[in-house]
T-cell receptor, first 112, second 115 residues
Framework: EDKVVQSPLSLVVHEGDTVTLNCSYEVTNFRSLLWYKQEKKAPTFLFMLTSSGIEKKSGRLSSILDKKELFSILNITATQTGDSAIYLCAVDLIQGAQKLVFGQGTRLTINP | NAGVMQNPRHLVRRRGQEARLRCSPMKGHSHVYWYRQLPEEGLKFMVYLQKENIIDESGMPKERFSAEFPKEGPSILRIQQVVRGDSAAYFC?????????????FGPGTRLTVL
């Protein structure tokens, strides 16, 4: 069965800290890995990763994929209270139908 | 370009009633996906549709749940004879014609509460 596991499930840090969120997967027919940020409503897209070792950056957020060890990390530097959210990792599979397999999410809380 | 629209945003039903959830994909998107999110859990795939076709419904419960995406109008997720365990947030996502990648854009969700 295809599986995506995120860790930690919950993380509380102080503003200004750097955090690393982890996502490991065991799937057949991997196509890409996606990170989403979910606040009170719709998950919003952050990154899509398809190749190993190539870091994607957007402001204070960055992410990288390791297809050999089957994991990805999401880094957030100089955290702000607005970064508080649930961060979801999902894997896109190559198969007849397109669907995303999600991890359970990491709830990140940034305290002032 | 409006994003993915879902309505209603909140829906309260009593046990045994029917729930209808609507999703209008982004303009130009012809692929619709429905996901369910239980409290403190990640999103779970339910069904993937293209216009007038169900492509993959492997995540749909076998009974009481159905989905459609007609030629005209929004996609509908229908839950008959709701039970308390159906209480969840239901998210719809859409993507454009397949191009080798699958960035899905999510709607704001419908929070279903079954009393």
């Amino acid at each position: 069965e295809d599986k995506v596991v995120q860790s930690p499930l919950s993380l509380v840090v102080h503003e200004g800290d750097t955090v690393t969120l982890n996502c490991s997967y065991e799937v057949t027919n991997f196509r890409s890995l996606l990170w989403y940020k979910q606040e009170k409503k719709a998950p919003t897209f952050l990154f899509m990763l398809t190749s190993s070792g190539i870091e994607k950056k957007s402001g204070r957020l960055s992410s990288i994929l390791d297809k050999k060890e089957l994991f990805s990390i999401l880094n957030i530097t100089a955290t702000q209270t607005g970064d508080s959210a649930i961060y979801l990792c999902a894997v896109d599979l190559i198969q007849g139908a397109q669907k995303l397999v999600f991890g359970q999410g990491t709830r990140l809380t940034i305290n002032p | 370009n409006a994003g993915v629209m879902q309505n209603p945003r909140h829906l309260v039903r009593r046990r045994g009633q029917e729930a209808r959830l609507r999703c209008s994909p982004m303009k130009g998107h012809s692929h619709v996906y429905w996901y369910r999110q239980l409290p403190e859990e990640g999103l779970k795939f339910m069904v993937y549709l293209q216009k007038e076709n169900i492509i993959d419904e492997s995540g749909m419960p076998k009974e009481r749940f159905s989905a459609e995406f007609p030629k005209e109008g929004p996609s509908i997720l229908r839950i008959q004879q709701v039970v308390r365990g159906d209480s969840a947030a239901y998210f719809c996502a859409s993507s454009p014609v397949l191009s080798g990648s699958n960035e899905q854009f999510f709607g704001p969700g419908t929070r279903l509460t079954v009393l």
